[in-house]
């Protein structure tokens, strides 16, 4: 993830404008660039054409900042996995004791474990209790919940030696979160050529054997790719991960807010949230293979997420009576060089104190700002159409002109971010 941007209705009042430029200028951790930047925009939806109702202006809200510096991002750790006779780690969690015996079943799952290799593709069950079971090698292209990027010994591990030999205690969980970080990270990144979005869906997760098998002295050590949901629980994914977009996004009518850490968590839309999805828009249909700049990727957002939100809520006239804005987030060098292309458009709605105003209830049903239903917002002027304006025509120029000056003062202003209020 990247920068964040929104967009504002040209025919806000001055009063809005003025609260627009206010709230950012006094947002904290705000720079002086940010404040001449939303300033700058702010003018300049100032002296925008307020008679098209289909035309939303770039406005540096301080709600367009809030991504950048917030540090928003799918801070998702899977846990350590066991084979069989070893429950499955919980999201953050190390894998625990079993005090199960071997049996046929785990010998042949244990074979599974042992002969897997780089490029194969593991499936399991998971009992209600976390022990899994009937740990197998599936084709790729079929769902599966692991892909294996790399098998170790880590009793010839390297960087430890003698860390993990024959007579080592079974990993800690610092031991194992060390390894995942320092050994399965890079693995799976030299694994998927480089590739690899540490932004995106694909998480890094380690298989070890499970206390019994160590104790007879298997050191396997598997680095693999997972894909997990918001409680760190593995969900299946189809096809080799080369070449996957590696985005991780939310289907519209999904609800989101932020978990201690800063984390996107989806909820269930009528608990309290921040965010609400209106769609996906992927990049590729608009760049193919050809990385977009910042600008050029606002440029196709600014229009296809507020498309999104009109179709989401019902047109032009329900977006601006909800009150709501929308918002996105453009994706950073880093996950577009992995070949991450779709991005999440977003309803929100500013506090005006720099963060976001707490949502409940879907925006296209029935829902709250803050505890509160939406405040009517002022009446908007008639299109130019309606008045028989013969400068209707001169007037779309001008609002498209101004729209673009509004991208590049908004881009510019989303680079000095604004952390949401409480970070």
């Known amino acids: 993830m990247h920068n964040g941007v929104t967009m504002a209705d040209d025919n806000m009042n001055q009063d809005r404008e003025h609260a627009a430029a206010t709230d950012t200028d006094s947002g904290a951790g705000t720079g002086a660039d940010a404040s001449a930047g939303a300033s700058s925009a702010a003018s300049n939806d100032a002296h925008a054409s307020r008679n098209s109702r289909g035309s939303w202006g ?33 999201k953050g969690s190390s894998a625990s004791a079993s005090s199960s015996t071997t049996t046929t079943i785990v010998d042949k799952e244990t074979t599974a474990f042992t ?7 593991l499936d399991w069950n998971l009992a209600e209790d976390l022990n899994v079971s009937d740990f197998r090698v599936v084709p790729c292209e079929q769902p599966h919940a692991y892909e294996v990027a790399k098998k170790l010994n880590l009793a010839d591990y390297e960087e430890h030696p003698g860390q993990y030999a ?10 194992l979160v060390a390894l995942q970080n320092g050994v399965c990270r890079n693995t799976v990144t030299e694994y998927l050529g480089g590739q690899y979005d540490p932004d995106g869906r694909f998480i890094t997760a380690p298989i070890i054997p499970s206390p019994s098998q160590w104790e007879k002295g298997d050191r396997t050590f598997l680095c693999g790719i997972q894909v997990v949901d918001e409680d760190g629980n593995t969900t299946h994914m189809s096809g080799p991960a080369a070449g996957q977009d590696q985005s991780r996004v939310f289907e519209g009518g999904r609800c989101v807010t932020l978990d201690e850490n800063g984390a996107i968590r989806q909820v269930p839309c009528v608990e309290d949230h921040l965010m609400e999805s209106t769609g996906i828009v992927n990049l590729r249909d608009h760049f193919g293979d050809n990385i977009p700049t910042d600008q050029e990727q606002n440029d196709v957002l600014a229009e296809q997420c507020v498309t999104l939100a009109q179709n989401y809520l019902g047109g032009d006239d329900p977006l601006y009576n909800s009150t709501l804005l929308p918002f996105w987030t453009s994706l950073s060098q880093e996950s577009l060089n992995a070949g991450s292309r779709s991005v999440n458009c977003w309803l929100i709605k500013d506090n005006g104190q720099g963060g976001f105003s707490t949502l409940n209830g879907h925006a296209n049903e029935s829902f709250t700002i803050d505890g509160q239903p939406p405040v009517a917002p002022p009446p908007r002027n008639p299109l130019r159409e309606e008045q028989g304006d013969a400068g209707a025509g001169a007037g779309t120029g001008d609002v498209g002109e101004v729209g673009a000056d509004g991208t590049g003062a908004g881009a510019g202003a989303a680079d000095n971010a604004v952390a949401p209020a409480g970070q």
């Open 115 to 121: 002969s897997a290799t780089a490029g194969n593709c």
């Open 58 to 90: 770039m406005r540096a809200l301080s709600t367009a900042m809030l991504v950048g510096a917030a540090g928003m991002a799918f801070a998702l750790q899977a846990g350590v996995i066991e084979p069989p006779s070893g429950p499955l780690g919980g």
């Open 166 to 175: 024959k007579t080592a205690n079974y990993p800690t969980a610092d031991n």
